[in-house]
Every structure is written in C-alpha cells, then in structure tokens.
C-alpha cells in the first residue's frame, strides 16, 4: 500500500530552523513535493524535487531546500530563517510519473498526513 509519513515538525521562534522528513513506502516515485496549509487559506506548493531538477516557491527561496535519500526513500525539506507566515501545516505528497517537479497540488496522486509548524515571533 502506498504510504507516506510526515515528521520533523514542531514550534520553533522566528529564525530557527527544522528539518521535516517523509518516508515514502510501495514505491519510488519520480516527482516528490512539499506543500503546505495555513488555517483558511488554499493549500499551496512549497517545494517539489524530479531527479536533479529543483523548484521552489518565491516566498522560500534561499530559505527552504529540499532533498531526498533514494536509498532510503525520504524525502527532506530543511527550513531555515523561518518566519511566522510559515506556519501551517506540511504535507509531503508525491507523484507516480512525471518528468519534472511541480508545485500544483491537483497534480499529485499521494498525500501524507502532515507535520505542523509553528513558528513565533
């Protein structure tokens, strides 16, 4: 069965950093993405990851970068700087196919179920 699992979020103050990890099972998937959700607001694509090929959101740019462990099938978004308008939660999803990264959710097939972060000033 497909399965991914978020951790690595928390509360952190304005500045700090977290590290959240998602463990992908049943299979490897060629686009992975991180995507978030504020209360009341639209889920919104963070960072997304096709092989070598990279994209990122402008609101993190140069704060946020994104990686996977293919040996291990975990995907890694690491942010830092973090600012209070980040808080939301993170959902990992994932792709079956596709040959470049994408930061629209109506394009993933697979969900995880999120990892807060909270972040203060």
């Known amino acids: 069965a497909v399965q991914l699992v978020e951790s690595g979020g928390g509360s952190v103050q304005s500045g700090g950093s977290l590290r959240l990890s998602c463990a992908a099972s049943g299979y490897i998937y060629s686009t992975m993405g991180w995507f978030r959700q504020a209360p009341g607001k639209e889920r919104e694509g963070v960072a997304s990851?096709?092989?070598?090929?990279?994209r990122y959101a402008d609101s993190v740019k140069g704060r946020f970068t994104i990686s996977r462990d293919a040996a291990k099938n975990t995907l890694y978004l690491q942010t830092n700087s973090l600012k209070p308008e980040d808080t939301a939660m993170y959902y990992c999803?994932?792709?079956?196919?596709?040959?470049?990264?994408?930061?629209?959710?109506?394009?993933?097939?697979?969900w995880g179920q999120g990892t807060q972060v909270t972040v203060s000033s």
């Open positions: 999803a994932a792709l079956r196919g596709g040959s470049y990264p994408s930061l629209l959710a109506r394009n993933y097939n697979y």
């Open positions: 990851i096709n092989s070598n090929l990279i």
